[in-house]
């Protein structure tokens, strides 16, 4: 029969068995404190924990012994990379235009642009790149400075272009299956409306309609001020006639700190 | 109506966005000849630099090698109509060009 007093003398050391004490009645008043250590932790605390299946958010917080102390810590203090995706167009059909509104803002100063299997749906096109303002991809830049050097297997073209309509940064594509245009391009400050200061370059490569080859393109832009739309929001690949597609994936440079 | 690509999906171009659009397609157009061209003029360079090591004074140029690159030089002058520069530039199923007088001359 159970005992429901205690004997003469108190419990003996060690004799209380797990059955005797009630499911959830130890409390956390009742753990001392400092007194849970690793042994006492199981895996299922993590892996029986609801998954999150995205990066974290910068808020997002992780715990950590520092220097023996235990601390919790932002994701954004653990997360070293300094190209953030801010936004991206994916298509495998031939459009108007590959176009961002507004991918750029005051958050990073600086962007990294990746675009991979562009074509021109006209055999003949060049792909050329021009920024938007005001955040509509309506408003198209004007005034574009650049200069180029274009390299083809036996020749090279350099030269520059003054007040052109457009950053014409791939010549005369050839389409169909197979021919694709890839490349990289870094933007400089394109939130700035002091005359010079937003800029860029772009390294491309793509293969040439009329039998002239690969050409691989050098090609650095400076932005002049352009009455008020100097404040550029963001950008689009167009075809120089008739449409395309592509990838195109768009990083802020985190700031320097 | 024209689509267009964004971040958030394929739509068709607004009002402003089809005009920009329809002015590219006539800037195209209307360049047409300009741009054919200056394509000559390129391919035309690109002959004639080379060659240029044949005017090297230890290398003696051949006859038929001055005349083809006098006949590149007098190309523009030729060849002054849309039609003409389309013939110039006419290529073959394999993309290569089709008028002889891109062919350097072997004699």
Redesign the interface.
């Known amino acids: 029969m159970s005992k429901t007093t205690i004997p003469a003398g108190g419990i003996t050391d060690s004799a209380v068995t797990t059955a005797k004490i009630n499911a959830d009645a130890v409390t956390a008043a009742k753990i001392a404190d400092d007194a849970i250590s690793e042994e006492h932790i199981d895996a299922t605390a993590i892996t029986g924990s609801t998954e999150l299946a995205a990066t974290p958010a910068d808020t997002d917080e992780i715990l950590i012994s520092d220097a023996g102390t235990l601390k919790r810590i932002d994701f954004s203090h653990l997360d070293a990379s300094k190209f953030k995706q801010v ?5 495998t059909s031939a ?7 507004s ?1 750029f803002t005051s958050t990073y100063q600086n962007y990294f642009v990746i675009f991979n299997n562009l074509k021109v749906a006209t055999n003949g ?1 060049d792909v050329n790149m021009l920024f938007h303002y005001g955040d ?5 830049s004007s005034n574009h400075n650049y200069s180029f050097i274009r390299r083809y297997p ?2 090279t ?1 350099a030269t520059n272009e003054n007040n052109a ?2 950053i014409k940064f791939l010549q ?1 594509q ?1 389409s169909g299956a197979g021919h694709f245009a890839h490349g990289t391009m870094y933007v400089f400050n394109p939130l700035s409306t002091t005359d010079g200061v937003t800029s860029g370059t772009i390294l491309s490569q793509g293969n040439t ?4 080859g690969a050409q691989m393109t050098v090609l650095a832009f400076n932005m002049p001020e352009a009455g008020s739309n100097s404040a550029y929001t963001g950008f689009q690949f ?1 075809a ?4 395309i ?1 592509g990838d195109i994936t768009v990083y802020g440079i985190v700031n320097p700190s | 109506m024209t689509t267009i690509a964004t971040p958030e999906g394929i739509r068709e171009m607004t009002a402003q966005e089809q005009a920009n659009y329809d002015a590219r397609q006539k800037r195209w157009a209307d360049a047409s000849a300009s741009r054919k061209l200056a394509r000559i003029k390129f391919l035309r360079k690109e002959r004639l630099e080379a060659t240029d090591y044949m005017a090297n004074s230890d290398v003696t140029m051949p006859d038929y090698i001055k005349t083809w690159r006098q006949t590149l030089r007098d190309l523009p002058q030729n060849n002054t109509t849309e039609s003409q520069y389309d013939t110039l530039l006419e290529q073959n199923a394999d993309d290569s060009l089709k008028h002889s007088i891109w062919t350097q001359p072997t004699e």
């Open positions: 936004a991206t167009v994916s298509v459009q108007g235009a590959l176009t961002f509104a991918c096109a509509s991809n309506g408003n198209d036996s020749s073209d309509n457009d005369a050839k309609n009329d039998g002239t167009s120089s006639t008739g449409n597609q």
